[in-house]
């Protein structure tokens, strides 16, 4: 048979009361819980008069918090005085039954029992003993919970800060993340950018010394043809002038060398241009161009893509064929590339790298 505690057979005497000793258990307990408040709101304040980058709105929470405190500190006193009234009450009710048992008792033994120990020792043992067993019930009791209740306490509390703190390091590490992502995205597109000034402005070298090498050879071109027009006008021969005059050879042959000076120019800026353009497209599909042309017209609109001229309006014009001519070409092409339609021409974009080479 398993042995009771003299905890519990001291709570047999409680009675009805028994109720209030738990009761003033728990109440122990939480003024114990209570009292630590008190403690975070001056730890609070210390935290606010000391922090080294004051804030006004802070600094207006310090009577506040002071207040909440000596509320808290009350509050737990109140507790306190509630849970020693319970276990008053139970210790009380304790005492009494126990003296009215050993009492009962008493009389029930034999006479010479009591004239040999004598009925004033007998009594002194009863208070002490009664007395004993109310202190333990009464303070020893409910102190013991509430001094077990603080260490539980303050682990609680130091487990809940430690979360938060883990959570604040967590969330930092969180937006430190996110910020080195968009770091390296915003390095990514610093690069691209430099690459793409880089490569613009080596396009403007090489197209600006090539721009002025033909408006130089354009006016010797223009002043010869000028002076044969001229020579014709003195020798009279008007027929042979307006022949001249109506002929558009001179005009086609000059736009070959355009497209011949412009083809040179572009390719030398953008070596592998054809090679890389036919990766982008499926292999029966791919572009073959005829011995004596460097680029067909399909690959002129996309090296002026290439160059930065999207506008189909100018493509048009500088290839003098119409505007819808421009759209069938990039629609067809787009038709027949190996990737996706709406990345074909930002791949053209990223094609090559311009070369500065001397003019």
């Known amino acids: 048979m398993k042995k009771r505690s003299d905890l519990s057979r001291l709570m047999e005497y409680a009675g009805g009361h028994r109720v209030f000793t738990y009761v003033s258990w728990v109440l122990s307990a939480l003024s114990a819980l209570v009292a630590l408040v008190p403690f975070l709101y001056i730890w609070m304040i210390l935290r606010d008069v000391l922090n080294a980058a004051p804030d006004y709105f802070r600094a207006v929470n310090i009577p506040h918090y002071g207040w909440m ?10 507790i306190y ?3 020693l009234l319970c276990s008053h009450l139970s210790a ?4 009494t039954n ?7 008792h008493l009389a029930r033994l034999p006479l010479g029992f009591t004239e040999r120990y004598g009925s004033g020792k007998l009594r002194k043992v009863i208070q002490e003993s009664t007395g004993a067993a109310e202190t333990y019930l009464a303070h020893q009791l409910p102190d013991q919970y509430a001094a077990m209740a603080t260490p539980v306490g303050l682990l609680v509390l130091l487990f809940v800060y430690l979360y938060k703190q883990l959570r604040r390091v967590y969330r930092i590490k969180e937006e430190l993340s996110q910020t080195n992502a968009k770091l390296a995205r915003l390095n990514e597109e610093l690069g691209e950018k430099n690459e793409q000034l880089s490569d613009s402005n080596a396009v403007k070298v090489q197209y600006i010394a090539r721009f002025f090498d033909l408006c130089s050879m354009y006016i010797d071109k223009m002043d010869d043809y000028r002076k044969s027009l001229k020579k014709l006008a003195q020798d009279r021969k008007f027929d042979e002038l307006n022949r001249r005059l109506k002929s ?3 005009l086609e042959d000059e736009q070959d060398e355009l497209y011949k000076n412009f083809d040179a120019i572009f390719l030398n800026l953008y070596p592998s241009f054809v090679e890389d ?3 982008l497209l499926t292999e029966d599909e791919r572009i073959v161009l005829k011995q004596e042309d460097l680029l067909n017209k399909e690959l002129r609109i996309y090296a002026l893509l290439r160059l930065g001229i999207t506008d189909s309006v100018k493509i048009a014009s500088f290839l003098r064929c119409s505007l819808s001519t421009v759209y069938n070409y990039r629609t067809k092409v787009r038709n027949k590339a190996a990737i996706s339609r709406e990345e074909f021409e930002k791949m053209v974009m990223k094609i090559g790298t311009a070369h500065k080479t001397d003019v």
């Open 248 to 250: 558009t050879s001179m």
């Open 98 to 104: 126990l003296r009215l048992a050993v009492s009962e």
């Open 92 to 95: 009380f009710r304790v005492a």
């Open 81 to 83: 005085v509630c849970a």
């Open 69 to 78: 405190a000596l509320l808290f500190a009350a509050l737990s006193y109140l």
């Open 277 to 279: 353009f036919n990766a």
